[in-house]
């Protein structure tokens, strides 16, 4: 979403067409602010423009950038996090996890407990707990082996996840990985940027992006 677009669903937002869903749009609106997304006035800031170039998980995704929690990661462990934000099932085997990505799960938790919290403040309805608990990070270590070259046969051994999600989850995974590339390129982060580059190289191979019945 671009920043025209942004600004004209706050516009809608704020407008009479949507006054029966005023109490939780301007519940939102508020989150927006209190995070410095827009300013009293409405105008999208810097954080706002960011977000914008986020198609998933936008808030999240922009405080990690801004609270610089990947700028000491390598690409392979950014992209093995960074897999929580598209991976969806609920229920998995527990992933082995170095500690450098423990410490990374403990650093999104702790941001996503933040904004879960804000989001009460401002009354919203959504438990914080629910709100941490939608970031699933099960494909954490999968995602990690096959980004360090492992060969797609044996990283199915680590999980009892199914085939076919574990290649629609990285699949949907570089698209994040091109989104915070443009994102940390608009906030002049090329350090940041070289790295989204980098772990988009090192998942997109193989069968993962071939043509198959898994994409189908």
Same mark, same amino acid.
């Given at each position: ?10 516009? &809608? ?7 029966? &869903?005023?109490?939780? $749009? ?20 810097? %954080?706002?423009? #960011? ?15 801004? +609270? ?39 650093? =999104? ?5 933040? =904004?879960?919290?804000?989001?009460? +403040? ?14 699933? &990070? ?22 009892? #996840? ?12 570089? +698209? ?9 390129? *608009?906030?002049? +982060?090329? #350090? *940041?940027?070289? %790295? ?17 019945? $898994?994409?189908?």
């Amino acid at each position: 979403m671009k920043v025209k677009e942004a600004m004209q669903k706050v516009n &809608f937002l704020l407008s009479d067409k949507s006054l029966q &869903f005023g109490p939780e $749009y301007g519940q939102r609106i508020e989150v927006l602010r209190d995070l410095r997304y827009i300013d009293g006035n409405n105008t999208v800031q810097l %954080k706002g423009r #960011v977000a914008c170039e986020i198609s998933t998980n936008e808030l999240i995704i922009t405080e990690l950038i801004f +609270e610089n929690v990947f700028s000491e990661m390598q690409p392979s462990e950014i992209a093995a996090l960074l897999s929580c934000m598209v991976f969806q099932e609920k229920r998995c085997s527990q992933p082995s996890l170095l500690p450098s990505l423990e410490k990374g799960v403990e650093q =999104i938790k702790a941001v996503a407990e933040k =904004i879960g919290k804000l989001q009460k +403040e401002c009354g919203l309805t959504e438990p914080v707990e629910d709100y941490i608990e939608g970031f699933r &990070f099960g494909l954490v270590e999968v995602t990690h082996k096959w980004a360090s070259g492992m060969p797609f046969s044996e990283i199915t051994s680590l999980t009892d #996840v199914s085939e076919g999600i574990i290649v629609r989850t990285i699949q949907r995974l570089n +698209e994040t990985l091109r989104d915070v590339r443009n994102a940390a390129r *608009l906030v002049g +982060e090329p #350090v *940041l940027c070289q %790295k989204m580059e980098d772990a988009s190289t090192l998942i997109k191979r193989d069968i993962v992006f071939a043509a198959s019945l $898994y994409t189908q």
